[in-house]
Structures are given as structure tokens and as C-alpha cells.
């Protein structure tokens, strides 16, 4: 099951996914930038890109914020390491 966006755990180092699963981690806050832009993130996608992703604090993409966003933030599932 997704979790959703969390801000707090997002700055202190979890990482965050869009819906189609590529891996985003913090950058920075800006709290005060437009609302809907103050939270900065670097998206990792598959074959190697990377690309700078803005969204509220909320986890959602853009300006018009009604509905899903396929760039939309969730937390990404915490992932054991075995000893």
C-alpha cells in the first residue's frame, strides 16, 4: 500500500515516488515560494535522467492542483537492509 506524502519525513531523507514509481529525493523547502511550488525534488528515472521537480507541500504537482498528477508525490516504501 502507497503512503502519502509526508514533508517531514521527505526532509529528513526518506525518499519520495511519482505514480509510475520513479524515486524522488529532497532538494530544498522554500516556504516562501508560491504554494504551490515550495518544496524542491530530484527525480530519478529510469535509465540514469534526472530532472529538478517542484510541487506543494503537499506532494502535488503543478499550479491547478484538481484532480491526480501522474507526477504527484508519495513515500516511497521503506526497504529493509538484512544484516
Known amino acids: ?12 531523507g526518506d525518499l519520495a515516488e511519482t505514480d509510475s514509481g520513479a524515486k524522488v529525493r529532497f532538494v530544498a523547502h522554500v516556504p516562501e515560494a508560491d504554494s504551490t511550488q515550495r518544496v524542491v525534488g530530484l527525480i ?17 504537482f503543478g499550479r491547478y492542483r ?16 538484512a544484516a
Open 66 to 81: 484538481e484532480g491526480a498528477n501522474s507526477l504527484d508525490l508519495f513515500m516511497a516504501p521503506r526497504v529493509a537492509i
Open 44 to 60: 530519478f528515472y529510469w535509465g540514469g535522467a534526472k530532472e529538478i521537480l517542484v510541487v506543494s507541500e503537499e506532494g502535488k
Open 1 to 12: 500500500m502507497r503512503s502519502p506524502f509526508d514533508l517531514t519525513r521527505f526532509m529528513a
